[in-house]
């Protein structure tokens, strides 16, 4: 009886310590759940930061991106710059290359002008053989002639500012310019043949270091130019 009792209480101490047994599992049990949770958690952790690296990295590959177009962008004007820049350069190499024409300083209109208006000399002739000389241009004015009518200025002379603008017009009529020398000066020189009678038949144009050039209109006998060194020479 006294052996029944010893193993019904070591039976029971037994039982205990696997109830302990069980409890320190489930303690353990609890742990690892624990442990699992830190380690998700971890996981966790390291998913976000691994996130974030991808974040800065695609925060790079835009920078990168908007770095590249911007520098695209810049290219492209620059090139769109440098296009301008060339066609304009073939434009002025094949067209004109004069200098900006100067603008006179003005003065007293002398006795050779018939009137001066915007700093120019405006000399008229329009009578037959009212201007037969030398017209010499005031060095400080732009110049302006006009020989209207038959022999208005036949074997004249006209010296034109050395610096400044000087324009010719022969108009209406037989020799209005006949046998006209036309001395131009570094200013841009001009002449205008207008009429069917020949009013410039003869002219001689000496031009100067400025755009010369003639226009004829119904003119059949044309103006002869000398381009020497003119930045641009037009003959009719």
Do not use: K, W
């Not at 952790?45 to 695609?58: H, Y």
């Not at 120019?120 to 006009?146: E, F, K, R, W, Y």
């Not at 000066?185 to 410039?200: L, R, W």
Request: proline share 6%; net charge negative.
């Amino acid at each position: 009886m006294v052996s029944s009792f010893l193993a019904l209480t070591l039976g029971c101490g037994n039982s205990s310590s696997s109830t302990d047994g069980d409890g320190s599992g489930s303690d353990s049990s609890g742990a690892a759940v624990d442990g699992s949770t830190s380690l998700a958690t971890g996981s966790q952790t390291s998913t976000m930061t691994a996130a974030g690296s991808g974040s800065a990295e695609g925060s790079s590959s835009v920078g990168t991106t908007v770095g590249t177009t911007e520098a695209d962008t810049t290219a492209g004007d620059a090139s769109a710059t440098s296009t301008t820049t060339a066609t304009g350069t073939d434009s002025t190499t094949a067209g004109v290359m004069c200098p900006a024409v100067p603008i006179p300083p003005g003065g007293p209109c002398p006795d050779i002008c018939t009137s001066c208006e915007n700093d120019t000399c405006i000399v008229v002739c329009n009578m037959p053989d009212q201007c037969g000389g030398a017209i010499d241009c005031p060095p400080d004015l732009d110049c302006s002639v006009t020989c209207e009518g038959v022999d208005a200025c036949d074997g004249a002379t006209i010296n034109c500012p050395p610096d400044y603008s000087c324009d010719v017009h022969c108009l209406d009529g037989n020799d209005a310019c006949g046998d006209v020398e036309i001395n131009c000066g570094a200013g841009s020189c001009s002449i205008e043949c207008n009429g069917p009678d020949g009013p410039c038949t003869g002219v001689d144009v000496n031009c100067g270091m400025g755009a010369c050039t003639a226009d004829c209109d119904d003119d059949p006998a044309t103006p002869t130019l000398d381009c020497g060194e003119a930045c641009d020479c037009v003959e009719c």
